[in-house]
């Protein structure tokens, strides 16, 4: 076999190898809500690309990040300083913006430093959704 025969041989390899990999990657993806549970701020959302023939699966309770704010209101006196939590509403058929964590995170979920209990990374099981598309809000 040649050189470059070789060099060839093992591009395809390589291409065809991180091919097969990346389908197991996901990093952010659109979704649309299928039902939320407002108790424990999760949703269970449908991936709206389809990358492959299959259609993509549900990803059950998803975390939905909510905002702590503070603010300033003067309301007839003084201002004043004020501090709020914003909790997540979705809809049924909301569309999400959805991103999968580096690592596993079920064991930071209590706020503590934990190591995961898996060695998996950009899996739609370590999925949070950080917004609303603006379709969704209009």
Not at 41 to 70: D, M, R, W
Not at 79 to 100: A, N, W
Not at 118 to 127: G, K, L, M, Y
Request: positive net charge.
């Amino acid at each position: 076999m040649s050189k470059s025969n070789v060099v060839a041989v093992l591009g395809r390899m390589f291409s065809e190898n991180a091919a097969g990999h990346s389908e197991n990657v996901s990093v952010a993806l659109p979704c649309k809500v299928l039902s939320f549970n407002a108790d424990t701020l999760t949703a269970s959302v449908q991936p709206l690309l389809k990358l492959s023939n299959a259609e993509p699966a549900p990803i059950s309770s998803v975390p939905f990040i909510g905002q702590h704010f503070k603010f300033s209101l003067d309301i007839g006196n003084g201002l004043r300083e004020y501090e709020t939590i914003m909790r997540p509403v979705l809809k049924r058929g909301d569309t999400v913006f959805v991103v999968c964590a580096d690592a596993e995170i079920k064991n930071t979920l209590t706020g503590k430093v934990a190591a995961p209990d898996t060695a998996r990374r950009h899996s739609r099981n370590d999925a949070v959704i950080v917004g609303v598309f603006p379709c969704s809000l209009l």
